[in-house]
């Protein structure tokens, strides 16, 4: 079992910047990646970033070259750093961490709200 708590977040105008971070506790060395989905008021959840305990990321394209998604495997804790927002990002912000290869479970926080005002 993997458990996350998530910080950060808030209300900030466009343009501006806010950083979400995670820490996960638990069977932690079961975690093979980590990362940020959001969901916004009637739609469904989407994967914003992630990045494999390797380094390697993704990101979606609607956030490339604004977000940053890091993670400090020491700490077994993960950060988003959001910059430029727009209105478009107001959503539920989720931290997931997957864990397994071959059957993958998928462990969520408990959600953080972000709203960029115009």
């Known amino acids: 079992q993997v458990q996350l708590v998530e910080s950060g977040g808030g209300l900030v105008q466009a343009g501006g910047s806010l950083r979400l971070s995670c820490a996960a506790s638990g069977d932690i060395f079961s975690i093979t990646a980590m990362g940020w989905y959001r969901q916004a008021p009637g739609k469904q959840r989407e994967l914003v970033a992630s990045?494999?305990?390797?380094?390697?990321?993704n990101y979606a394209d609607s956030v490339k070259g604004r977000f940053t998604i890091s993670r400090d495997n020491a700490k077994s804790t993960v950060a988003l750093q959001m910059n430029s927002l727009k209105p478009e990002d107001t959503a539920v912000y989720y931290c997931n961490a997957k864990e397994g290869i071959r059957t993958i479970t998928n462990y969520w926080g408990q959600g953080t709200q972000v709203t960029v005002s115009s």
């Open positions: 990045i494999t305990r390797g380094g390697s990321t």
